[in-house]
């Protein structure tokens, strides 16, 4: 009798694993099994489709009892089988409601099928009481299906021996139950432990195949991603930009058609979308669904008024937001075939890249606010031209216009070409040898008002001004060499050298002043340094260690050595800049 009953539940047991097997290859069961929706729109994200989806698993495993019931061997009035595998998978796949649903539908049938067997009551409550176990494990594990093969068994095990003491207490007469129990408990407790292993691990293939598959998605989303980047910056203004996009997405991907949405407008689409006409009256439900919820959508039900309506003959269609603002929010729709749809991979392909596009178009966003700032801090530093400066230079000219009216003239040409310089310098990068000419009409006006208490050289050579340095970065060091420095002594005297090297570009000034303060030194170098004129006038060595940090890095900034023989001060430039940042007009 043990060797019947134990080859019975091993039948019952291969035939579920076998159904399990059939049913894991429909694309319909796989969708629930993993959570997916058909994206009509409307549906309760927490509770609706997800309660249909139990409702569902429910009833699959309730049928997996049923049948386990139906070829079960009879023994001494009890029905030894495989029902407690169906009634776990339940509330372990399905969750608490799917575990309930199966339980009450399988201790319903249990009851109808054999109502005078002695062990009847037993099976019926058992069956309950499996069902509340099986829910109350799916629920504190809804996060995550995970389970372990020793999990699996050990649960199993304990369900069945929950039964085996449920016999042993209801069923009369006692040694009857005692037969029962002795005839079942090995069978029962230990091959269906070991069957629910096997049945379970048949649908965890579906997830470790969908993670799989997933993973792949993932890659190749970044790919496409890294693809697409160079383009997203102006994806919203430029037709020609945002049509790159798309071309590079159907080049990657395995879909039919793909269009990026702003409202009514088609920002970029594959010809697939060529036909259709977005309007008020036929807009499509789907893409008012993903701006809604703010979540990737897809669907597959159409509706004759729906712009989309055409589509869906042959293709499901995924919808993900790309969320830049509250009201800004355009949507990346994505066609795949029907019989190559795959719920997660291509919902995880669509979510990330439109995630992605968001971060992007927000960061190239951001870097181009923050280019008007420093194109605007430029005009602001513009208007600080010290006007004692102005004052002095006009002073000198008008001394040389009577008695040298050709030195006048050229302090004038100098002069105008530091103002013309002050004005046109909206760039945020010049060339080095643009910057030099600033400094000499600077250089040479205050060498005509110093006279001979004033001595500046310059060496810079063509072949080493070759790199590119922020617009009005040098005048501010000179002029505080001179005020500051060389015209505390009876005779004056400045340096600028600049020597190129293999790297990075060396540009030192140098004067024979008395020194610097130290704690001045050390306020260059703070985190949050005083942006606010000081005492060098216009925009002031602080402001300069700041931009050149920013733009550069902090190997980049002022070297400052500062003694009572004189200040040495140091700007380090890399060689290897992009020369296209010397003018964004001219970059586009």
Partial sequence: ??????????????????????????????????????????????????????????????????????????????????????????????????????????????????????????????????????????????????????????????????????????????????????????????????????????????????????????????????????????????????????????????????????????????????SIVLRENNYPRLLSAAKTYRTTRTSRIPKPEDAFYPLYEKHVILAAPIILSDDLVPVLVILVRKNMYSYRADTEFASGLANFFATQIRLAEMEKQKEKLRRAEIRALQTQINPHFLFNALNTISCFCREKPEKARELLLALSSYFRNMLNAVDLMVPLETELEHVRAYVMLEEARFEDRLAVDIDAGPEDCTCHVPSLILQPIVENAIKHGAMKREQGRVSIRVRRGEKETLIDVED?????????????????????????GGIGMRNVQMRLVEIFGSSSGLEVISGETGTLVRMVIPNNQKESLTDENSSR
């Avoid at 097997?21 to 009509?40: A, M, N, S, W």
């Avoid at 999990?151 to 199993?156: D, Q, R």
């Avoid at 170098?525 to 005492?535: A, G, I, Q, T, V």
Wanted: net charge negative; hydrophobic share 50%.
């Fill in 1 to 274: 009798m043990l060797y019947l009953v134990t080859t019975n539940i091993c039948t019952n047991i291969t035939l579920l694993v076998m159904l399990a097997l059939l049913l894991c290859r429909t694309p319909f069961f796989r969708e629930i099994l993993l959570g997916g929706d058909d994206g009509r729109e409307g549906k309760d994200e927490a509770h609706g489709w997800d309660l249909r989806n139990q409702v569902v698993l429910g009833l699959v495993f309730a049928a997996f009892c049923i049948l386990s019931d139906r070829i079960g061997l009879q023994v001494r009035g009890a029905l030894p089988n495989a029902r407690v595998i169906g009634v776990l998978s339940a509330g372990f796949l399905g969750g608490p409601w799917s575990a309930m649903l199966t339980a009450v539908i399988a201790a319903v049938h249990r009851y109808l099928v054999f109502p005078e067997r002695i062990s009847t009551v037993s099976c019926v409550l058992s069956t309950l009481v499996q069902g509340v176990m099986a829910a109350f494990i799916g629920w504190k594990k809804r996060d995550g299906k995970n389970y372990t093969d020793v999990f699996l068994g050990a649960v199993t095990f304990l369900a069945e021996l929950v039964h085996i003491v449920l016999i042993l207490w209801l069923t009369r007469p006692f040694e009857q139950a005692v037969e029962i129990v002795v005839t079942v408990i090995v069978p029962m407790a230990v091959m269906n432990s070991v069957g629910m292993i096997m049945f379970f691990n048949t649908f965890k293939s579906i997830f470790n195949e969908a993670d799989t598959k997933a993973a792949l998605t993932v890659s190749l989303a970044l790919r496409t991603a890294e693809r697409c980047t160079p383009y997203l910056q102006d994806a919203l203004t430029d037709a020609e930009s945002a049509q790159r996009v798309i071309d590079i997405i159907m080049s990657e991907y395995h879909c039919q058609g793909v269009a990026m949405v702003r409202d009514l407008e088609f920002l970029g689409r594959s010809r697939e979308f060529s």
């Fill in 512 to 536: 024979n002043g008395p020194g610097m303060d130290k704690r001045y030194i050390d306020s260059l170098y703070e985190k949050d340094p005083d942006l606010s004129r000081d005492e060098t």
